[in-house]
């Protein structure tokens, strides 16, 4: 082949691989993890190992911890040394595993206490200045925010800034959460009828109730062969609860696989309706209908149907924690 061909060729396929490299940046979702790790329920470490693992689908742009009380964002950096020790065979199966120090640089602190009044505080927390710092960053992508705790920072973000709506996609998992802080959910839900919300108050439970349970698919059976012993993520997932409940990860399941877009379709995150698609058409809740529902959550079968896809996913990425690529084969 001629030399001249050959450079040719060589410079099409140069500039296919940065096509396609910019495509999947691109289409990788920018990330804020708003969590009440450390708190009382140990579930919030099961679900950052869960993202960790994953880290190299996304853009994480803030680790924000969101008590209120208990829980603090040194719990976060908790599961950030796991992730570090884990790094190095993390990082044979992919490139674009953030490195730990860039994901410690995005941690911060969240309101520690609820919110008093009806509006938000004029002094806001550090976290949800970083919501707003990221929502107006140069980059046309929405930002993510995935409420694992109380909503708090978001209200206090919005509130300061209504701004920054437009840039922002809320996945919040309520119930519980909801009861630590009701004042600033009801906020942001009686002042801000335009901001794009998700709030799962029933459908995240399709995460560990209902769906195909036998043999090694079962809340315990799947953690004790699939979790244990796999890396350091995976020993601080069952020190923390030895089961499978990771109440939050429907908001990351969402983001894995389905049009982000479009809550009303299918995701391994569940699928949501709009109960006021004329005076709040970006708001979506959990579906009511028999078809979607575990006696009385609502929406939790649209999680569950999924349960033997995003674990065998998640089961292939544990082992990614445990031993690098060329081990695995």
Known sequence: MPTSRR?????????CAIGSFQADAADKPRVIVSTDIGGSDPDDFQSMVHYLVYA???????????????GRAGHILEALEAYEHDYPNLRTWSPEYP???????????GAIDPQAGDVPPETISDGAKRIIERAHADDPRPVWVLVWGSITDVAQAVHKDPTIKAKLRIYSIGSWNTRQDPKARDYLYANHPDLWWIESDTTFRGMYMGGRQSGDLGNRSFAAEHVKGHGRLGDLFMAKKADIKMGDTPSVLYLLHGDRDRPETEHWGGAFVRPDPQDRPTYWYDDPSDENRDHDRNGARTVNQWRVDYLRDWQHRMDRAKQAKAEAR
Not at 7 to 15: H, R
Not at 99 to 109: D, E, G, H, W
């Open 7 to 15: 450079c040719v060729l060589m410079l099409l396929a140069l500039l």
């Open 56 to 70: 190299d689908r996304f853009d994480t742009e803030g680790l924000v911890s969101s008590p209120p009380h208990a």
């Open 99 to 109: 490195s730990p120090q860039t994901l410690r640089a995005t941690v911060r602190q």
